[in-house]
């Protein structure tokens, strides 16, 4: 099934995708779930599958403004380079790191597929990360990787956009370049991992434009899905609804020489085999020049 969170008739929902359209469990279940995180937390997910069966969509897809998934998750953590290839890519003779770089992004930094990515006035390096997300289905403090696969509610799609020159403003941070508003993008909905593949044989591909720039393999990650989750519950809970970006493949916008940064009108596709592709189109931040 493809949970999503959308917008249609100016009324905010979630649901499920079916023949083209979608079927409204934000309606059915709004007076107990509130929203599609609670439904996930609530572990319901055999109602939802009962109800969706049974019902027409309420409404197309063509007619719904899609959100992030989820709206307001307590945590998006970001895997950096982690690509066994992406290491190689900064060129710099250092050995695989022994643990992953980590970092955090706020939901207002993202937008939901279809959406406008917005290249802010401030820099002339947007640039663009094709990534796989997993959501967090269960809560869980120093899950071993053995358990880590039952922790997991499914996964989705993320453009982890990046201001290239405000990633180095600070000597040991990224958090600058990594939280400018709605400069990257998730979605475009949540997918059960064995709807999807298996873990460690999954295919990101990322397209500016229809060209192709990034082709990963999760078989060729320094540090799987199961032993990220395993690291991170070491030192913090983890909880229903909670993102974690797992890496970018090579072929990001910077590492082209010259650069290739986006740009207004750029098209950015994230696609996963088995789940879709994330679409979104860059604009120029507007910015009022009024006090």
Not at 183 to 200: A, F, N, T
Not at 202 to 214: A, F, K, S, V
Not at 259 to 276: C, M, N, S
Request: hydrophobic share 35%.
């Amino acid at each position: 099934m493809k949970f999503l969170t959308y917008k249609a008739q100016g009324r905010e929902t979630y649901g499920v995708v079916k023949d083209g359209g979608v079927v409204d469990l934000g309606v059915r279940f709004r007076e107990r779930y509130a929203d599609l995180k609670a439904l996930i937390a609530s572990g319901a997910l055999t109602q939802a599958e009962t109800i969706v069966k049974n019902t027409a969509p309420d409404q197309d897809l063509a007619d719904i403004t899609f959100l992030p998934p989820i709206r307001q998750p307590e945590k998006i953590l970001c895997v950096g380079v982690n690509y066994v290839n992406r290491n190689a890519e900064y060129k710099d003779g250092s050995e695989p790191p022994k643990y992953p770089s980590l970092f955090m992004r706020t939901p207002g930094s993202l937008v939901g597929h279809t959406q406008h990515v917005l290249k802010p006035p401030e820099s002339d390096q947007l640039d663009y990360e094709g990534e796989i997300v997993i959501v967090i289905g269960k809560s869980g403090r120093r899950i071993s990787e053995r358990e880590a696969p039952s922790h997991i509610f499914g996964l989705t799609l993320m453009n982890e956009g990046s201001i290239r020159d405000w990633l180095r403003h600070g000597k040991f941070n990224v958090t600058q370049g990594k939280n400018f508003e709605k400069s990257g993008s998730v979605g475009p909905w949540i997918m059960p991992c064995d709807e999807v593949g298996p873990l460690d044989a999954l295919e990101l591909i990322t397209r500016i434009n229809g060209e192709e720039r990034q082709h990963g393999h999760t078989g060729n990650l320094l540090f799987p899905f199961t032993w990220i989750l395993s690291y991170i519950s070491t030192f913090m809970e983890l909880h229903p609804g909670d993102m974690i970006a797992t890496g970018t493949p090579p072929g990001a916008g910077a590492r082209f020489n010259p650069p290739r940064y986006l740009k207004a009108g750029d098209r950015i596709e994230v696609e996963l085999k088995g789940l879709g592709v994330l679409q979104n189109t860059v604009i120029d931040e507007l910015v009022s020049t009024s006090h």
